[in-house]
Nanobody, 124 residues
Framework: QLQLVESGGGLVQPGGSLRLSCAAS????????IGWFRQAPGKDRAGISCISPFDYTKYADSVAGRFTISRDKAKKMVYLEMSDLIPEDTGVYYC??????????????????WGRGTQVTVSS
């Protein structure tokens, strides 16, 4: 059974850091792109980062230079390291999968499975 479970969210002060985790049970990460999406209060969900089966990574302009996506294929885990957090980073963070052995990925690409999300709040 394919399942994505996010963890690591919480309350953090502006300028702080968090690491989100996405446990991808049942997935062979050699065949899936994993993306991180964010839904800010009152806004639509939007892609912010992705990592392809070939370790190609891409970031939305709003997080480039502050966030880093990585993965551990053996553990079936994908991580999102977030630093220099700002209040605008507040939202529910989701990981999602895209099947296909693609070299590249898109931050708002088509997805086939979603996790339930983890809340990140950046506030003093």
């Amino acid at each position: 059974q394919l399942q994505l479970v996010e963890s690591g969210g919480g309350l953090v002060q502006p300028g702080g850091s968090l690491r989100l985790s996405c446990a991808a049970s049942g997935f062979d990460l050699d065949f899936y792109t994993i993306g991180w999406f964010r839904q800010a209060p009152g806004k639509d969900r939007a892609g912010i980062s992705c990592i392809s089966p070939f370790d190609y990574t891409k970031y939305a302009d709003s997080v480039a230079g502050r966030f880093t996506i990585s993965r551990d294929k053996a553990k079936k885990m994908v991580y999102l390291e977030m630093s220099d957090l700002i209040p605008e980073d507040t939202g529910v963070y989701y990981c999602a999968s895209t099947y296909g052995r693609y070299i590249y990925c898109q931050v708002d690409g088509q997805t086939d499975h979603w996790g339930r999300g983890t809340q990140v709040t950046v506030s003093s």
